[in-house]
Nanobody
């Protein structure tokens, strides 16, 4: 069974940085397309970063381009989201999710990790 476990969230001041991690178990994660998504009570869930782990191609939401970077460590079966220049509007619960690349909906989800950015 595929499991995703996120870590690395926390509270930082605006302008700070955090790195989120997502450890994938139960599968060879390079079979999947993976995303980092975030959600707040006031906003719809947003895909902030996406990676095809098989080829390494990435995409980012306009709101995070130039500030966030998604990467993978194949040896550790781990996905990362490096976040720089954090803004209060980045405050959200961040989720790691995975799906087979031929599907459109994410099938597997982590439990989420909270990121809080204060001004």
């Amino acid at each position: 069974q595929v499991q995703l476990v996120e870590s690395g969230g926390g509270s930082v001041q605006a302008g700070g940085s955090l790195r989120l991690s997502c450890v994938v178990s139960g599968t060879t994660y390079r079979r999947y397309c993976m995303g980092w998504l975030r959600q707040t009570p006031a906003k719809e869930r947003e895909v902030v970063a996406f990676i095809n782990t098989g080829v390494g191609s990435t995409n980012y939401a306009d709101s995070v381009k130039g500030r966030f970077t998604v990467s993978q460590d194949n040896a550790k079966n781990t996905l990362y989201l490096q976040m720089h220049s954090l803004k209060p509007e980045d405050t959200a619960m961040y989720y790691c999710a995975a799906r087979p690349c031929w599907e459109t909906d994410f099938r597997y989800w982590g439990q989420g990790t909270q990121v809080t950015v204060s001004s």
